[in-house]
């Protein structure tokens, strides 16, 4: 028997679920969103992950792992620096 399927709609619902706590939401989002954006990025530019690695001054498997979503051993300040590497601007708000 299959487990049923669960629609997780916000990091607040991923945490309880995972049973991470909240106050780990805010650095779930950031770390998802530096993927997204830096898988864009490598998108709108049409570029391999090869042609990503060298302008960012990594590996070719860093910039596959990040695109894939394997970012679970990667510093968010890595992300960070590939983000800004392939010409993002990283702003991160405290409220």
Known sequence: MSKPFIEITN????CKV???PKSQAARI???RDLVIAIDHRIKLRKMTHEQAAKVAGVGRT???AIVNGNIGKMSTDRLIEVADRLGLDVHIQVA
């Open 11 to 14: 990091v607040d619902q991923l």
């Open 29 to 31: 989002e950031i770390r």
């Open 18 to 20: 995972l049973g991470l």
């Open 62 to 64: 860093v910039i596959t």
